[in-house]
């Protein structure tokens, strides 16, 4: 399993995806680590056993073990933290101030450079669609010195991910359907 066999499997209608798929799987304004961490942490925010398989199959002899945790385990805290600080930001009141006591000890010690780990986290929350973690990642990873292109290919990482997984699901979704 592999970039090009996700290929493959996208109907035609989503050339466009294809494209772009191949493309940024060679993004220079990232460095190898930042580029795979990105695709696998947003592989497994998609949520699609087969977008998730080819990305790590293909982009994870590319990260150390310990890369290859933090970005798994940007995915695992973004998903609890993407949840929990979307709705404190959009419901407001009294919320944004009471203590979340929710354990993210693996923030303060990902196992790798804190900038890739927020670079990762930022790309989840991307996906998740947390407009609050967004712009708190945003602001880190620019006060350490990445710049906006490089966040930017991030998140266009993040969406193109994201809409794999999505015309994939739909696909299956379809064929369900037909055989029914």
Known sequence: MSIETLKTRLPDYAKD???NLGSLATEP????????????????ASRNAE???????EFAPQLSA?????AKAAAAIMGMNNVYYRFTHMV???????????????MARPGVEKADFELW???V???NGCGMCMESHEKVV???????????????????????????????????????
């Open 92 to 106: 407001g009141g009294d919320y944004p101030n009471m203590p979340a006591r929710l354990r993210m000890s693996v």
């Open 29 to 44: 304004a990232l460095s190898t680590q930042q580029r795979a961490g990105v695709f696998v942490a947003s592989a497994l």
């Open 121 to 123: 986290s930022l790309a």
């Open 17 to 19: 995806l294809k494209l």
């Open 142 to 180: 620019r006060n350490a010195g990445l710049t906006q292109e490089q966040v930017q290919a991030a998140v266009r990482i993040a969406a193109v991910v994201h809409a794999v997984a999505a015309t994939l699901d739909g696909e299956a979704a379809l064929e369900t359907a037909q055989s029914a």
């Open 51 to 57: 977008v998730t398989r080819a990305i790590v199959a």
């Open 66 to 70: 310990e890369a290859l945790a933090a």
């Open 125 to 127: 929350s991307a996906v």
